[in-house]
Each structure stands twice: as structure tokens, then as C-alpha cells.
């Protein structure tokens, strides 16, 4: 797991709006040119996640997050390539079925089965690919 320091935004019902630039990883690793993490970073575009959390926190205080390892890529696989898998799927079945038409409704019918699905898999996975605040630091700056 890795861990990142964000400053706690805004706070709400049940949890709190944190913003942050992750830098850890962006001076250690040769993936650079490839990295979504080294790209944001370098737009200098924070990221802003809601943290669900029962701890009481102020805004402008900073936290330190969990994000469980493989997190981000799991949810996006999910959320992403599942229905796009499903479509291609669908559409390739009803082509081979039965022309241009069964392509269209069976890929128009595997992208909603894939997103539906999609939707059971992160509402199952919810609690494994959310980050957790650690603990709260003293003050910023660090």
C-alpha cells in the first residue's frame, strides 16, 4: 500500500473532500513517460477524492491516505474495460448471428450487461479499493 499526504478540503456528512498531488512514486521509478501519476504531477492538477470517515477533522488540516495497492487499476479494469470488453463481445455474436443488425442490439445489449455488471463488481469491491485515512498530521509542511 502506498501512502500520500492530502489536505482535508471540505468536510461532509459521513466523510470529507481531500485534494492532493500524488509525488511519491514520481522520482523512483523509470515508468515515467507512461505514468499517470508523473503526468498529473507535472500539470500541477490536484486530485480530489471523497474519504469516507467518522474521525473529526477541520478543513486546511492534512492526513495522511492508504490507497490500497493496485486499487486505481483494478476499479478502472472494472469500470472501464468490462462494458467495452461486453460491447465487443455482443457486437462481434450478433455479426456473426445474424448481420449489422444483431451486431447493434447485441452490442448495445452486452455494453449494458458489462455495465451493469461493472456496477455489481464495485459495489461488492467497495471497501477494498477505497483509501483510508491513517492518521492526522501535526502540521503542514512536513
Keep these: 500500500m502506498s501512502q500520500e499526504i492530502v489536505e482535508v478540503k471540505e468536510i461532509g456528512s459521513g466523510g470529507v473532500w481531500v485534494e492532493g498531488i500524488q509525488k511519491s512514486a514520481c522520482g523512483s521509478c523509470n515508468a515515467r513517460k507512461g505514468c499517470g501519476h508523473a503526468s498529473l504531477a507535472e500539470l500541477g492538477r490536484p486530485m480530489r477524492l471523497w474519504i469516507s470517515t467518522s474521525e473529526r477533522l477541520d478543513a486546511g488540516q492534512h492526513v495522511v491516505l492508504d490507497l490500497p495497492d493496485g486499487a486505481l487499476a483494478a476499479s478502472a479494469t472494472t469500470l472501464y474495460g468490462l462494458p467495452l470488453v461486453a460491447l465487443i463481445i455482443g457486437a462481434i455474436s450478433g455479426q456473426n448471428l445474424g448481420g449489422d443488425t444483431a451486431a447493434l442490439v447485441l452490442g448495445g445489449g452486452g455494453l449494458v450487461a458489462g455495465f451493469l455488471l461493472a456496477r455489481h463488481l464495485?459495489?461488492?469491491?467497495?471497501?477494498?479499493?477505497?483509501?483510508?485515512?491513517?492518521?492526522?498530521?501535526?502540521?503542514?509542511?512536513?
Design 122 to 142: 464495485a459495489s461488492r469491491n467497495r471497501e477494498r479499493w477505497q483509501p483510508r485515512i491513517v492518521s492526522v498530521c501535526e502540521r503542514p509542511g512536513f
